[in-house]
C-alpha cells in the first residue's frame, strides 16, 4: 500500500460501509476507509462468500449478521479500521480480515465514552507502552501494511513526542486529527499542531480535521505543507483525505 499523495476515504461510523467505499472509488478516491470495527466482535466472526452479490462477508456466529462486508474490487485499497485495547486480541481479530484488506489500521483518537471506557480510541494516547506493544505485535505477525490514528495531545511537543514512538513501531503512515480530547467538533482544527508531527517524521501522515471544500484543501497544504485532505459533501456526508 502506498500512501503518498493519495486521495483517500477517511473512516466513518455507520458511513463507510461496501456500497459507499465503491461509490467513493468511482469519484477518485486511491484509498478507502471502513468504519470502525471493535477486535471483540470481529473475532466472534467466520468468513463467508456471498455467491449471490459477489461480497467476502464476515458474519458473526449465531446472529447471521454481517459485521464487515468486503469485494474483490476494492481489495487493494479497502482499510480495514479496528478498535482495541489488547495486542493478542487485535492481532487475533486482524488475522481473520488481513488477507482480504489493503492495510490494517487501529483507531487511537475516538473520544467517545463506548471507546473509552473500553480502553480503546483516545483513551490508549496516555498508554505508549500499550500502543507500542500492540503496533510490533500487529508489524512482526502481519505481512499486510499497519497503521493507526491519534489526536492531539496537551502540546505539540507531547504529540510530536508520541508520533516518533510510534513512528518506530515500522507503521506505514500515521494519521492524526486536528483536535485534542477534550475539544468539540466546532473547536477550530489546529492544522499548524499537524505540521509539527509531518516536519519532524519520515513517514507519510494523514490530517484531518476542518476540510469541507477546496479551498480549505488549499490551505491545508499551505499550513501543513503537505497534501492531504478531508472534504464533505453535505449531501452525502463524505469525508475524503489526500496523503502527504
Same mark, same amino acid.
Given at each position: 500500500m502506498?500512501?503518498?499523495?493519495k486521495?483517500?476515504l477517511?473512516p466513518? %461510523?455507520?458511513?463507510?460501509t461496501l #456500497?459507499?467505499?465503491?461509490?467513493? &472509488?468511482?469519484?477518485?478516491?486511491d484509498?478507502?476507509y471502513? +468504519?470502525?470495527i471493535?477486535?471483540?466482535k470481529?473475532?466472534?466472526?467466520?468468513?463467508?462468500?456471498?455467491?449471490?452479490?459477489?461480497?467476502?462477508?464476515?458474519?458473526?456466529?449465531?446472529?447471521?449478521s454481517v459485521?464487515?462486508?468486503?469485494?474483490h474490487? +476494492?481489495?487493494?485499497?479497502?482499510?480495514?479500521?479496528m478498535?482495541?485495547? $489488547?495486542? *493478542?486480541? !487485535?492481532?487475533?481479530?486482524a488475522?481473520i480480515?488481513c488477507?482480504?484488506?489493503?492495510? *490494517? $489500521?487501529?483507531n487511537?483518537?475516538? #473520544?467517545?465514552?463506548? =471507546?473509552?471506557s473500553?480502553?480503546?480510541?483516545?483513551?490508549?494516547l496516555?498508554? #505508549?507502552e500499550?500502543?507500542?506493544?500492540?503496533?510490533t505485535?500487529?508489524?512482526?505477525n502481519?505481512?499486510?501494511?499497519?497503521?493507526?490514528?491519534?489526536r492531539?495531545?496537551?502540546?505539540?511537543?507531547?504529540? %510530536?513526542?508520541?508520533?516518533?514512538?510510534?513512528?518506530?513501531?515500522? %507503521?506505514?503512515?500515521l &494519521?492524526?486529527?486536528?483536535?485534542k480530547?477534550? $475539544?468539540r #467538533?466546532r473547536?477550530p !482544527?489546529?492544522?499548524?499542531?499537524?505540521?509539527?508531527?509531518?516536519s519532524?517524521?519520515?513517514?507519510?501522515v494523514? !490530517?484531518?480535521g $476542518?476540510?469541507?471544500?477546496?479551498?480549505?484543501?488549499?490551505?491545508?497544504? &499551505?499550513a501543513?505543507?503537505?497534501?492531504l485532505?478531508r472534504? =464533505?459533501?453535505?449531501?452525502?456526508?463524505?469525508?475524503?483525505?489526500?496523503?502527504?
Amino acid at each position: 500500500m502506498e500512501y503518498e499523495k493519495k486521495l483517500v476515504l477517511a473512516p466513518m %461510523v455507520r458511513v463507510g460501509t461496501l #456500497p459507499f467505499r465503491l461509490l467513493a &472509488a468511482q469519484y477518485g478516491a486511491d484509498i478507502t476507509y471502513g +468504519e470502525e470495527i471493535v477486535d471483540h466482535k470481529l473475532i466472534k466472526c467466520e468468513r463467508r462468500l456471498n455467491e449471490y452479490i459477489g461480497s467476502t462477508d464476515f458474519v458473526e456466529k449465531g446472529t447471521g449478521s454481517v459485521v464487515f462486508r468486503t469485494c474483490h474490487q +476494492e481489495r487493494n485499497r479497502v482499510v480495514f479500521q479496528m478498535g482495541t485495547s $489488547d495486542a *493478542v486480541r !487485535a492481532l487475533t481479530a486482524a488475522q481473520i480480515v488481513c488477507k482480504d484488506v489493503a492495510a *490494517v $489500521d487501529i483507531n487511537m483518537g475516538c #473520544p467517545k465514552s463506548f =471507546s473509552i471506557s473500553g480502553g480503546m480510541g483516545a483513551a490508549l494516547l496516555t498508554k #505508549p507502552e500499550l500502543i507500542h506493544d500492540i503496533l510490533t505485535t500487529l508489524k512482526r505477525n502481519l505481512d499486510t501494511p499497519v497503521t493507526c490514528k491519534i489526536r492531539l495531545l496537551k502540546s505539540s511537543q507531547d504529540t %510530536v513526542e508520541l508520533a516518533r514512538r510510534i513512528e518506530k513501531t515500522g %507503521v506505514s503512515a500515521l &494519521a492524526v486529527h486536528g483536535r485534542k480530547v477534550e $475539544d468539540r #467538533p466546532r473547536d477550530p !482544527a489546529k492544522w499548524s499542531e499537524i505540521a509539527d508531527i509531518v516536519s519532524a517524521l519520515s513517514i507519510p501522515v494523514i !490530517a484531518n480535521g $476542518d476540510v469541507f471544500e477546496y479551498d480549505d484543501f488549499e490551505r491545508i497544504k &499551505a499550513a501543513t505543507d503537505f497534501f492531504l485532505q478531508r472534504k =464533505s459533501n453535505k449531501l452525502l456526508n463524505r469525508k475524503l483525505e489526500l496523503h502527504h
